[in-house]
């Protein structure tokens, strides 16, 4: 089976450009989480979805952020517009559901530098 | 206070040792708990969850301490392949992270 598949894999952009990020979940997970990693702060959710439907955002850092997922195997997290602090890598993750085990199935993320 | 809370390390150790890293998490609410392993310039990927009673797998060792509030993970005879930085992870309702603790074993 697939695994989580994101795109681009790199993207440098230059301040002020928009942003879209890409994710495709494993097929038959209803959880789809967005996360960023830096080094400074590590790996922080932004925002996860169930079954397509925000659940919790409040990690989204400010209104340039936003994310949709319009099915369930489609998720973009946006910027617009981009900052040179929003260099980071972007990862997004999937899990099956209720009754799992809880693990967290990453795609290999997307490296965002904002010039 | 954040909400999980590990030392980032670098551990460097020896072929062979035994090496152990704790992490701390503030919310007593939180029921599942587990360490995952990401190599550089890779994605996280689950190592073992971390049951109530503790739990080994192979040369791994977790363990659980409801009451300090913190989880440990115990690697026995490091292997070179060991090297990468250790995420622990605490779930109140969702995922989160600690920003990690990097090994680094040398021969």
């Known amino acids: 089976d697939a695994g989580v598949i994101q795109s681009p894999r790199h993207e440098v952009t230059e301040m002020g450009q928009e942003v879209t990020l890409r994710c495709k979940p494993i097929?038959?997970?209803?959880?789809l989480f967005w996360y960023r990693q830096t080094m400074m702060r590590g790996l922080e959710l932004l925002i996860y979805f169930n079954n397509n439907v925000p659940i919790d955002d409040s990690g989204m850092p400010e209104d340039r952020f936003s994310a949709k997922m319009p099915n369930a195997s489609f998720s973009t997290l946006k910027i617009q517009p981009s900052e040179p602090r929003d260099s980071a890598v972007y990862f997004c993750?999937?899990?099956?559901?209720?009754?799992?085990?809880?693990?967290?199935?990453f795609g290999e993320g997307s490296r965002l530098t904002v010039l | 206070r954040k909400e999980v809370e590990q030392d980032p390390g670098p551990f460097n150790v020896p072929e062979g040792a035994t090496v152990a890293f704790n992490c701390t998490y503030s919310n007593s609410a939180s029921q599942s708990f587990f360490w995952y392993r990401q190599d550089c310039r890779k994605e996280p990927k689950l190592l073992m969850s971390?049951?109530?009673s503790g739990n080994e797998d192979g040369r791994f060792t977790a363990q659980l301490n409801r009451a300090s509030q913190y989880i440990s993970l115990l690697i026995r005879d490091s292997k070179l392949s060991d090297s990468a930085t250790y995420l622990c992870v605490v779930t109140p309702d969702k995922l989160i992270f600690g920003t990690g603790t990097r090994l680094q074993v040398f021969p």
């Open positions: 097929s038959g997970h209803d959880y």
């Open positions: 993750a999937s899990r099956p559901g209720l009754g799992d085990t809880g693990e967290l199935f």
């Open positions: 971390v049951y109530s």
